[in-house]
């Protein structure tokens, strides 16, 4: 009896070792098989199934009831009243969740699993919990559109995707007789099963499937129908698909001579398209356009404006209740010679009240491009009757790409504290998404992905929740002696990424093309100034920074008061935005009693040495935390080391460059 005992447990624990994690599960975590019983007279309903059968393999309740009041008018919404019941001995939770739809529902269960593995209603850890508290809530998300954009090109390549190749793999959709029908391979299908798991775990309810920078191919039959069956996969699990597209398209495909929006032909194209989409896809949620932007076509080829193209396309899609998502990322076009950061602004102003009402604009959080900290991005006070949707980018382009531990929940709260959820009507967020096994590249760059839906369906969650959320239910560890440290490595790691690649309002001082790197000396005659690094930081013998007081190019009339004061006056500019502000002597004083060189050494040299505790703790601390999980500390540990390099070159190269100007010593 012993001997198979032992047999036994050596089976049982190579089957645990074997089922090492890679990363791919994301933070749904394992399955369980359980006891809970889910209550529920529910209709025949694809959504509320899956709800009862995520509550029946991850919640390790007695019994949970969920319940359909219309009346209640929660939205996407929910309550759950959970309270712990005596059985035996055992103390069991029951639960009760109430939505006013299916997806209400669904999202209610997520949250009632994330409540338990995050130990939010329990003390004590693991199987044996201690039970107290009577859980009430009530959630509802704070914007109807909670999106994210995919930038991923119909070959399978990604655009600023740094997670291996795209997810949606086109090829292994076959359609059938006349593009009808059609199948999809097993492992696309179960990849965007988890997939569609994990964004309704956090609420996110739409998906752009491709790049901004659109292929034409994106609206023939053979690729709508192909959307059609991956709209099937997402569609129960509240996830509306969108499509980026190219507005040059009926000329592309050979169908008119123009894309003009004025033009009859044209105009009748695109209905008839929006037509063909909604026959096949009838929840279909509408267009992302780029357009008059780095080379994409647009409205302004034919001398119409934004707001002539944006209601082209609005009025096709209308009768179906589609919206059309309009980029305000332009610059050059129309007005060059100006700041960049003043352009869409500039461009936008004037057509605000133009716009059909099922046309939002869609702004980057910063003026001007996703870097590690920018001033927000005045277009959101600017414009007052388009609705508006906040673009922020969870794929770390400027920001290490995959290879740097950057967790960016604190920067996108810093946006949110100047720009008031309230007055957007959506969040979207470009994909961090690709093929590789744990989905994001960096296994800390999944944390982004969490944050992004977590703060779109609640912006007021703290950035220190999210990463705890995050890390408990991704390693399975709640031991203080890991969660305390690596939650301040997640928190302080946007500000070390700013401090060591550029500190104190510096700007896009990268290398060109892939963003990675430092080349502050940046110049190549041939590109547009606006894609130079010298054209940012304007170093002389003086000083360093871009005036844009109103002395210089004014970019702070464009805020409102008190900040257009603030950022105007050096005295009063926040530091951390000064040389986005200011052309600043290397004299300087600054509030620490520094001079601006001092400061600007300090600041470097800090970026490098937090990189250097971070990769210390974990090479030496994390690893008795992550049982299961070695192969990400692995990969993790690996990372820190590249990072702390990388952080070195970038303090290096920067330093050197500017004391060429400053002609002062490098500190140390
Ligand atoms: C920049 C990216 C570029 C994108 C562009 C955009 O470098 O690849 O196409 O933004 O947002 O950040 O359209």
């Not at 007021?460 to 890390?471: D, G, K, M, N, V």
């Not at 399975?476 to 550029?502: G, L």
Request: contains cysteine.
């Amino acid at each position: 009896m012993k001997k198979y005992l032992i047999l036994l447990f050596t089976v049982l624990t190579s089957l645990h070792v074997s089922a090492q994690s890679d990363g791919s599960q994301l933070w749904l975590g394992k399955q369980y098989a359980n006891s809970c019983q889910v209550i529920s007279q529910l209709p025949d309903d694809a959504t509320a199934k899956i709800a009862k059968q995520e509550l029946e393999n991850n919640w390790r309740g007695k019994n949970v009831e969920l319940k359909i009041d219309k009346a209640l008018n929660l939205g996407e919404g929910y309550n759950i009243y959970a309270r712990p019941a005596q059985q035996g001995d055992n103390i069991q939770y029951e639960a009760t969740i109430t939505a006013s739809n299916p997806i209400g529902l669904l999202y209610g269960a997520y949250e009632l699993i994330r409540l338990q593995n995050t130990d939010a209603y329990n003390t004590g850890s693991g199987k044996q919990q201690n039970f107290s508290k009577t859980i009430d809530e009530t959630e509802k998300p704070q914007v109807g559109l909670r999106i994210l954009n995919h930038w991923d090109n119909l070959d399978g390549s990604i655009e600023r995707g740094y997670a291996g190749k795209s997810i949606f793999k086109w090829e292994e959709i076959k359609l059938g007789k006349n593009g009808k029908g059609g199948s999809i391979s097993k492992s696309l299908h179960d990849r965007l099963i988890t997939y569609a798991r994990a964004n309704a775990s956090l609420g996110i309810n739409g998906s752009v499937l491709n790049n901004v920078n659109a292929s034409p191919k994106m609206m023939t039959a053979e690729y709508i129908n192909k959307v059609k069956i991956i709209a099937n996969i997402l569609r129960p699990y509240g996830i509306r698909v969108y499509l980026s597209i190219n507005f040059a398209s009926p000329m592309a495909l050979g169908y008119t001579k123009t894309a003009d929006p004025l033009d009859k032909k044209v105009q009748q194209w695109w209905k008839k398209k929006a037509k063909e989409i909604y026959a096949t896809i009838p929840d279909f949620g509408g267009f992302l356009v780029k357009a008059n932007s780095e080379g994409q076509p647009g409205p302004g080829d034919y001398h119409r404006t934004h707001a002539d193209g944006a209601n082209m396309l609005a009025d096709a899609v209308k009768p179906y209740g589609g919206i059309i998502m309009w980029r305000s990322f332009v610059y050059g076009a129309n007005h060059k010679g100006e700041d960049r950061v003043k352009q869409a602004v500039s461009e936008f102003k004037g057509m605000d009240g133009k716009f059909r009402d099922n046309v939002i604009l869609q702004s980057k959080n910063g003026p001007l491009d996703f870097q590690p900290r920018e001033p927000y991005a005045p277009i959101f006070d600017n414009i007052k009757q388009t609705p508006q949707i906040a673009e922020l980018q969870i794929t770390q382009e400027y920001l290490g790409q995959s290879k740097h531990l950057t967790y960016l929940a604190p920067m996108w709260k810093e946006f949110f504290g100047f720009v008031n959820p309230d007055r957007l009507v959506g969040i979207s967020g470009v994909a961090n998404i690709g093929d590789d096994a744990n989905w994001c590249g960096h296994p800390f760059s999944q944390a982004n992905w969490y944050a992004f839906g977590r703060l779109a369906w609640n912006p007021s969650l703290t950035a220190e929740e999210i990463a705890h959320e995050w890390l408990v239910q991704t390693y399975e560890n709640q031991d203080e002696r890991f969660t305390k440290p690596v939650e301040m490595m997640m928190m302080t790691s946007r500000e070390a990424c700013v401090n060591y690649m550029m500190p104190l309002g510096l700007h896009h001082i990268f290398k060109f093309d892939h963003h990675y790197g430092p080349e502050p000396d940046g110049f190549i005659a041939s590109y547009p100034l606006e894609w130079c690094p010298v054209y940012y930081h304007k170093a002389d013998a003086q000083g360093v920074g871009f005036d844009r007081s109103s002395k210089g190019t004014d970019a702070v009339g464009q805020y409102p008061e008190p900040y257009r004061n603030l950022y105007d006056n050096i005295e009063t500019c926040p530091e951390e935005y000064l040389l986005w502000f200011h052309h600043v002597p290397w004299t300087y004083k600054m509030k620490s009693g520094s001079t601006l060189w001092q400061e600007l050494c300090m600041k470097y040299n800090m970026g490098v040495a937090m990189v250097e505790v971070y990769r210390d703790f974990w090479h030496t601390s994390a690893k008795q935390f992550m049982k299961g999980h070695e192969q990400e500390w692995q990969h993790t540990d690996s990372l820190l080391n590249v990072q702390l390099e990388n952080a070195k070159e970038w303090r290096n190269t920067c330093l050197k460059y500017f004391q060429t100007f400053s002609k002062m010593k490098i500190y140390e």
